[in-house]
Each structure stands twice: as C-alpha cells, then as structure tokens.
C-alpha cells in the first residue's frame, strides 16, 4: 500500500473499523452495567437495605445515558454490511443473515420493549414487575452478545455450509453454524470481558468517591466493595479463558497466533516466549527482541515440547496484513488483564487487613484503572479482526472481494462524517458520564420517579437549571 | 408454502410499523420549532421518551430482517442509496443522543445547541427516509447481483419530493399525537399544526401519486387496467374520506370521551396505512423495481425457514410486550410529572 491515495477498500474497512470500536465501548460497558443493576435491585428487594436502592438508582442514570449511545451507534452498524460490504452480505446471508435476524427478535426487542419500564417505570409498575423488566433488559444484552459473537464466529471458524456455484454459503447445519468452533471461547471470554470493564469502572467511580469522602461514602464503600470481589474473582478467570482462546485460535487460525506471538520460523520445541520487539514485515523477523526461552511453548502447548508454527511457513497473502497492529494489541491486552489480576489480590489484601475504604495509593491505582477494560476489549477485538486478514469470512472469503461497489470518494465524503459526528456527539456523551460519575451518590438517591416533581424532567432533577435560570429560558430555547 | 412471499408480508409489517412508530417520535422532534415553550417542549419530548428505543428497534429488524430473507435486495439496495442512507444513520445517532443531553445541559448555551439537535436530527432523517423511498420506487440499476449506478443516482426532483412529503407525514403523525397525550393550551397549538399539516399531507399524497404515473407506464397499467381498477380506486376513496374524518375530529371540542382525542392520530395512521397500500399495490412484487422480484432476492430456503420458525413465535410475543410497555405510559403527560 504504498500508493498516495487509500483505496475504497482501505477506506471502507477503516470506516468499519472506526464505527464498530465505537460501538462496542458502549454494549462492553452495558453488557455489565445491565446485570449489576439487576443485582442491585435484586438485593434491595431481598435485604430491603436502602443503599442498594440508592446504587441502583444512580448506575441507572448512568445506564440511559450509555446504553442510548450504544443503541445508536449499533443502528449504523447493522445497515454498514449493507453499504459498504454489500457482496460480503450477500454472499454470506444465507448463514449469517439469520443470526442476525434473531438477535434483532430475541434480544433487541427485549432490551427496548422493557428499558422504558426500567428506566421510568418505578412507581407506574408493582416492584417485582420492576424487576422483571431489569432483568429482561440485562438478559437481553447477554442474548445480543450470544447472537452476535455467535455471527462473528462463523466469519473466523466458518461450519456447517455448502458452497453454492455463485459462491454463496448456503446453510446445512444450523447446530453447526450457531456452535462453530470458535464460538463458546469467544462467548466467554467477550461476556467475562464486559463484567470485568463494569466493574473496573465502578471500582474506579467508588474508589473516587471514597478519597474525595475521605472513606465516609457509605454508597462508594458498598460499590468499591462489589467493584473489589468481582474483579478479585474475574479477572484470574478472564487470563485463563484467554489461555484456553489462543489454543482454540492456534488451532484454527496459526497464523494469527503466529501473529500474536511474534513468531517468524517454526519451533519443534522449547519456543521462546516474546515479550517485547518489533515485527518487521519486509525482513520477516522481529527487531529489538526480548525473549524469554521455551516458555512460549509451555503456554501455547502446556509443554516444553509443543510445536509452533512461524509466520513464514505461509505464503505473504495468507499472513494477517499488519502484524506489528497484531502483536502489540495482544500485548496491551494481555498486560493491562495481569494488572487487572494486581489490582484484585490487592482489594483481597487491603480487605484483609480491614483498610478497604480507607482511601490510599490503592484507590488511586483503581481510579487510574477505570478505562482500563475498555482499552483491553478495544485491543483484543483488534487482534481478533486484524488477525483474521486478509480474509472477512476465514479461509474462504477475501476481504478485498467482499466490499461493495462504491466510488473512493462517497467512502471518503461517509468516512469523515463518521469521523466529525462520532467525536462530536459521543465525545459529547462521554463528557456527560464523566460529569454523572463525578456526582458523589448519597442516602434517598433521587431516581426516575413519576411521582416526584421533576421539572426538568431529566433523571437527575437538575436544581442546577433551575439555579441557572434556565426554566426561565426564553421562548424558543 | 411460499416462504417469500409469507417473509415479504411480514417485513412488509415491519417497515409499516417502524413508518408510523418512529414517525410519530420523529414527528414531534419535526415539531420542535413550531412549539416554543421549554416547559412544553420537554412535555412533548416526554411523551415519546419511553417508547422512541423501541420505535426504532423496528427499523433494526427492516434492515437485518432483509439482510437475512432478501440478501440480494439488501446488497443492491443500500449500495445505491449509501448517502441517504448514511446521513439518515448520522442523523438518528444525533437525535439520539440529543434526547438524553438536552435534558442535562447545564447551560442556555448547551441547551439550545442540543434543542437544534434534536430537531435537525429528526428532520434530516425524515428527509433521507422519504429519499430513499422515492429512489426506491423511481427504481434502482442492477447487473448480475450487484449495484450498477453512480452514487448521485438517487437524487431526483421526484426523490426530493417524496422526501418533503415524508417530513410533512411524520409532522402529522407528531402533531397528532401531541393531541392525544397532552391537554389544554398545548394541545391547541398541535391541533392548528395537524391540520396545516394534514393539508400538506394530502396534497403530497396526491403529488407522489400523479408523478408515479409518469414515472412508469407498469404503475398506469396498474391502476388503470381492467378489471382490477374496480377494486383499487377504493384505496384513493378511502384516503378522502378518512382525511375528512381526521379533520373534522381536530377542530371538534375537547370534552368528549379520552378516545377523541386519539381519533386524529387514528385517522393519520389510516392515511399512513392507505398509501403504503397503495406504494405495494404499485411496486409488487418487486423486491428492488424494476428488475428484481422477491424470489430473484430470496435467501436460500433454509435460512428464509429457520428465521420464520423463530419469527412466528416471537413477533406475537413482541407485539404484546411492545403494546404492555405503551399501556404502563398510558395517559396524558403533564408538565412536572415528567417520567422521562
Ligand atoms: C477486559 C478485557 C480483556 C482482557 C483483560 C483480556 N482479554 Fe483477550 N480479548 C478480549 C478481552 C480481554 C475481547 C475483547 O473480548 C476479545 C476480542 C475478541 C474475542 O473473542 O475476545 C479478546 C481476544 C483474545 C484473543 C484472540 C482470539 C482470536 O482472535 O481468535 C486471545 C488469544 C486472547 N484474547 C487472550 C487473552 C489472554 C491470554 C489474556 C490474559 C491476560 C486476555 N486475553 C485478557
Ligand atoms: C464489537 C466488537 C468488534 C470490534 C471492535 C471489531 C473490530 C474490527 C476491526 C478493527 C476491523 C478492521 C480489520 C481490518 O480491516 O484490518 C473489523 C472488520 C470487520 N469486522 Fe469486526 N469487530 C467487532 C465485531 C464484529 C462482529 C460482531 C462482526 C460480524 C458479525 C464483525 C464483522 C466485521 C467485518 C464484516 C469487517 C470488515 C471486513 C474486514 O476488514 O475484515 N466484526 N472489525
Ligand atoms: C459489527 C457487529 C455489530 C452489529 C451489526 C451490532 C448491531 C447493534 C444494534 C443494531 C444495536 C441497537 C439495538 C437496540 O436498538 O437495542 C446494538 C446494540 C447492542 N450491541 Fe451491538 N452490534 C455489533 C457488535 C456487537 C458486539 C460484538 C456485541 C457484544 C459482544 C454487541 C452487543 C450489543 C449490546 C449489548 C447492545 C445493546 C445496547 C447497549 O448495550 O449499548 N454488539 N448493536
């Protein structure tokens, strides 16, 4: 790709790339979020201790906020297979089409049909109805994520098909298609992934209230504890579904582990592990390399002796086309998970020894933390898709024939309107979270009430407008 | 059975819904400008803000709901209308998240920013949705299976024209809708605009109808030919007489029974529904006029019947859940009890 000018291709995927990185910010957070909240409500309803009432009621300001930009963002990418990979769609709707189709019925509806109620229908509906609605929409997000990662599965271990003579992938095996190899490692490790940016984040909004509090925060305490317990026992489970991933990639996809690991030649045994360099594509090598030997066979076989497949037993046009984006994603990833284990055994022992809520260099560490799920699912997923080029459905489907006929220039013109739109409104949205976070939780946490005055009518009843003059606006703002 | 056909019906349904339901919840955001007070603006925004997700949803299930049954249609379809498309999609992230913001925004500054966000937002994708229709029925080139035109192709003066009369449609809906959940001063002021509304409204629907004449001599046969002309002249009967109930039932006083106020907004989804009936009447079968028919864009049948045995299920199911969740948020919305 030396020429000047990017190609629609390039164009095309980086557009994909932007909007779908985009996207999954948002569901990788209400994936969590959705399920803390039942659980939240959950224990109110059984312990009948306010404080959880108060936390659910703040989170669910939260949530509305998250989840509109995740619903939106998730618009544009169900009609981009369309607009930008049309002959990708076509050729794989026979498979994919339905996986899609279901999710739209099973989860979408579902999150959408009950979220008013949860949002705004506390006091309209008996407190179980409530509930139920909590829980649907929470149940909801884990279908999404079941269908879609079911979806994005097929395209990296396609199963269960028959090639039509047109090249269509028609469907034989929908047990096959559904449950393609790659799907359960990808289902649990995504699905882990969420619980585990949630609660990073929730850990970290606590850990912030606590210092600003000086620890007297009874809602941050009771966040930060939850924060603490979960991460403790996710994240060590988290770095071992990751383990058993890699396996199931190596099997199926040895080049993108090759990839991953930085590996150019093959090992019979005893592969070192890479922990840092630099890929070099044209020299087919690593440069500034640091290895630690045979320990890359022990964690990609579990043995001393396994084999390893390097980059260049394949021919340059079945490689992933950017291995340095490949290898250095993994790493953030990886690293950022080890520290998130760190940060776990240290909420234990802080628990421990009885100073958990006593603000110190461990809330500053789990503030610090806080965006620190959302980077690691950001980088997987980069490895993930980066190391399946250059193909869209593996093995099978190139990604340069699967992109749809349009002029470089409409890509371009669509490209930069994502660029300025995406950064406008969600950099706007994101702000707005920032500045709910900063709102320190307190004891009859206002809520979405219908029977409180609410004037303004947002979620929080903003005295600040009403301080501000703003009810006063005049006519026409 | 006739899987394709059975799956047209049904998306058929589907983008009908989506037409009237987010019609309306953009509607009131077409409305913003003409409705002045803060107070009564976050009114109407409140009327719309527990359903407008769900509104939308439909409009996922168009999209994914053709990608999985007509994979052709779709991969032909949104090629050629890609800028419509995408700045309809640009336009809905705005509106969007402009709900949520405006309802936060701590100063006047903000607040207006997000205001004029809402209701561009709701407008411009009003307007690339009635483009995309136009440039659907003036028809769309196609060889082999792929898209064969340029990425201006769906600009035209009758494109432009379906696309107005969509923002004037959904106006409607929103005006009428405004009538049935809101009282006194407020509803007034939506009743005046229904019925300016309404007016543009049939004016278009005639426009769009006389204009498809020219468009295609299939669409004269259609309507003029013999013997079916005996039947399909009731649906242009019908729009006439059901405009005339809708605005005899907005000027009419407001101490009836709670079903009159909502007789306007029934009367306009009639009219909604008319005139898609009319678009099918015009348009069957095709799945992308003038060349390809619902079977040349079918799936392969496994796929078409393993999705149909899911949808038979659930979209009963959904529509129940959908309808529970309107009647929770039920009734008028009054100022200070705002539920958003
Ligand atoms: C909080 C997020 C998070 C954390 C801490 C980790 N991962 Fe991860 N990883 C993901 C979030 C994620 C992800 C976003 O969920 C991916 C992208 C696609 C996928 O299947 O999961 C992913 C992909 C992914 C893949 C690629 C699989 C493929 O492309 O086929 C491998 C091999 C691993 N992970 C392994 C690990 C290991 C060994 C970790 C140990 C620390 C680890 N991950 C931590
Ligand atoms: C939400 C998490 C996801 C992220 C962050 C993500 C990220 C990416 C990235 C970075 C690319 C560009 C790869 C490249 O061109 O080098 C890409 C491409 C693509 N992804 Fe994903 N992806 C995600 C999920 C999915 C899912 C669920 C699907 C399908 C159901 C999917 C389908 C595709 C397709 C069709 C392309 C374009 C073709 C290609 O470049 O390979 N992705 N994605
Ligand atoms: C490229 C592939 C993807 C497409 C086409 C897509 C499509 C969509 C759409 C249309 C919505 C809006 C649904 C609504 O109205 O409620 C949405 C939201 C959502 N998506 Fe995605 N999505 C993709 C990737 C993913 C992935 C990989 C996951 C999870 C692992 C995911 C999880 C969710 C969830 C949980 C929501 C609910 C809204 C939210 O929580 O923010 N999506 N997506």
Not at chain 2, 50 to 59: I, K, Q, R
Request: net charge neutral.
């Amino acid at each position: 790709m030396m020429d000047a000018l990017p190609s629609a291709l390039d164009l095309a995927r980086f557009q994909f790339a932007f909007t779908v990185v985009w996207h999954f910010l948002f569901p990788a957070f209400t994936i969590g979020l959705a399920s803390y909240l039942a659980v939240l409500e959950g224990l109110w309803l059984v312990t009948k201790r306010d404080v959880f009432l108060d936390l659910f009621r703040w989170w669910l300001r939260v949530f509305a906020v998250a989840f509109a930009m995740g619903v939106v963002s998730g618009l544009v990418m169900s009609y981009q297979f369309g607009t930008n990979w049309s002959v990708f769609a076509d050729r794989t709707a026979g498979t994919l089409g339905p996986l899609l189709g279901y999710e739209v019925l099973t989860a979408f509806f579902l999150e959408a049909g009950f979220l008013g109620v949860m949002l705004f229908g506390m006091g309209r509906v008996g407190k179980g109805l409530h509930f139920l609605a909590t829980g649907c929409v929470a149940f909801g997000t884990l279908l999404s994520a079941f269908w879609i990662l079911s979806a994005n599965s097929w395209m990296h271990t396609p199963a269960g098909y028959a090639l039509s003579p047109d090249g269509r992938f028609l469907p034989e095996d929908w047990w096959a298609i559904i449950f393609n190899p790659s799907f359960p490692y990808r289902l649990v490790h995504t699905v882990i992934a969420a619980y585990l940016t949630t609660a990073l984040i929730v850990g970290a909004v606590g850990a912030f209230h606590l210092i600003r509090s000086a620890g007297a925060n009874a809602q941050a305490r009771v966040m930060f504890s939850m924060a603490m317990w979960m991460l403790l026992v996710v994240a060590p489970l988290q770095v071992v579904a990751g383990d058993f991933h890699g396996l199931n990639t190596k099997e199926h996809q040895p080049a993108k582990v090759a990839a991953m690991e930085g590996h150019w030649v093959e090992r019979r045994s005893h592969a070192p592990l890479v922990l840092f360099a630099w890929p070099d594509q044209q020299a087919e090598e690593n440069r500034y390399e640091v290895a630690i030997p045979g320990l890359g066979s022990l964690i990609l076989g579990h043995s001393w002796d396994a084999e390893i497949e390097g980059l260049r037993a394949f021919p340059p046009g079945e490689r992933p086309t950017n291995v340095p984006l490949v290898f250095w994603s993994f790493r953030v990833m990886v690293g950022l998970g080890l520290l998130m284990v760190v940060l776990g055994l240290w909420g234990l022992l802080a628990r421990l020894r009885g100073r958990l809520y006593e603000p110190g260099w461990l809330h500053r560490f789990a503030v610090g933390m806080g965006g620190s799920g959302l980077v690691a699912v950001t980088a997987g997923w980069i490895v993930t898709e980066a190391g399946r080029q250059p193909y869209t459905v593996y093995g099978m489907l190139r990604t340069a024939d699967s992109v749809s006929p349009i002029a470089a220039p409409a890509v371009a013109a669509s490209l930069a309107a994502f660029a300025v739109v995406y950064f406008l409104v969600f950099g706007a949205g994101i702000w707005l979270l920032f500045r709910l976070f900063a709102q320190p939780p307190h004891a009859d946490q206002e809520g979405p009430r219908p029977d409180t005055p609410i004037r303004s009518a947002g979620i929080t009843p903003a005295p600040s407008l009403r301080d501000r003059g703003i009810r006063d606006l005049p006519a026409g703002e | 059975m006739d899987l394709s056909l059975i799956w047209a019906m049904l998306l058929a349904l589907a983008v009908f819904l989506y037409v009237v339901m987010d019609g309306f919840d953009l509607g009131v955001g077409i409305l913003f400008p003409a409705i002045r007070g803060a107070e009564d603006r976050d009114l109407i925004v409140n009327t719309v803000a527990p359903v407008w997700d769900g509104n939308e949803t439909w409009l996922i299930l168009g999209g994914g709901g053709l990608l999985a049954v007509f994979p052709l249609a779709y991969a032909v379809i949104m090629p050629a209308l890609y800028m419509p498309v995408i700045i309809m999609l640009l336009a809905l992230v705005f509106r969007g998240v402009s709900f949520e913001m405006r309802f936060r925004a701590e100063t006047v500054w903000g607040r207006r920013a997000w205001n004029r966000g809402f209701w561009l937002g709701s407008t411009v994708a009003a307007l690339c949705q009635g483009i995309m229709l136009g440039a659907f029925v003036q028809g769309i080139r196609v060889e082999g299976r792929a898209y064969a035109g340029g990425w201006w192709d769906w600009l035209s003066p009758f494109s432009v024209m379906t696309g107005v009369a969509l923002v004037a449609g959904y106006g409607l809906l929103g005006a009428c809708w405004i009538v049935w959940k809101t009282e006194g001063e407020l509803q007034d002021q939506a009743r005046r605009l229904a019925r300016i509304l309404g007016y543009a409204t049939l004016g278009f629907i005639g426009a769009v109808s006389l204009a498809m004449l020219f468009l295609q001599p299939a669409f004269v046969e259609r309507w003029f030919g013999f013997p079916h002309v005996l039947v399909v002249w009731v649906v242009p009967l019908l729009v006439l007489l059901l405009a005339r109930r809708m605005f005899r039932a907005l000027s009419e006083a407001h101490d009836g029974p709670w079903w009159r106020d909502a007789l306007p907004f029934a009367c306009a989804l009639g009219l909604f529904g008319l005139s898609y009936l009319g678009l099918g009447i015009s348009l069957w079968p095709f799945a992308v006029p003038p060349s390809v028919t619902i079977w040349d864009a079918a799936a392969p049948e496994a796929s078409q019947a393993f999705l149909l045995a899911g949808a038979v299920v659930l979209l009963p199911l959904i529509l129940g859940y959908t309808a529970y969740a309107y009647w929770v948020f039920r009734g008028k919305v009054r100022a200070g009890e705002g539920y958003h």
